[in-house]
């Protein structure tokens, strides 16, 4: 088992930064990688940013792309999503997620191939 716990959402302005944590426990040890899911309400969850247990590898969507960083301290066992020039639309529950599957660069952005989900945190963005 694993447990994952999100903190770090809140209300911001248009432009603005948060910055996201992912503290995970448990069985971790042989993580393969870790990633953030976000859902607004009424819409389907999607992929937001995904990177291996190295660390070496990370993944983006294309709308997060050059605003958004992924990072990780295995040291800590936590995620982290920087969140930079937020905009509106970036206004949902955000999800971090857990997988042990080694999966490919197309596989990290279905979320059916997580198998342990943190409670998610809100991130409002006003304009």
């Known amino acids: 088992q694993v447990q994952l716990v999100e903190s770090g959402g809140g209300l911001v302005q248009a432009g603005g930064s948060l910055r996201l944590s992912c503290a995970a426990s448990?069985?971790?040890?042989?993580?393969?990688?870790m990633g953030w899911f976000r859902q607004a309400p009424g819409k389907e969850r999607d992929f937001v940013a995904s990177?291996?247990?190295?660390?070496?590898?990370?993944y983006y969507a294309d709308s997060v792309k050059g605003r958004f960083t992924i990072s990780r301290d295995n040291a800590k066992n936590t995620l982290y999503l920087q969140m930079n020039s937020l905009k509106p639309e970036d206004t949902a529950a955000y999800y971090c997620?857990?997988?042990?599957?080694?999966?490919?660069?197309?596989?990290?952005?279905?979320?059916?191939?997580?198998?342990?989900w943190g409670q998610g945190t809100q991130v409002t963005v006003s304009s």
């Open positions: 997620a857990h997988t042990l599957n080694v999966l490919t660069a197309q596989a990290m952005e279905d979320y059916q191939n997580y198998g342990y």
């Open positions: 990177i291996t247990r190295s660390g070496g590898t990370t």
């Open positions: 448990g069985r971790t040890l042989n993580t393969y990688a």
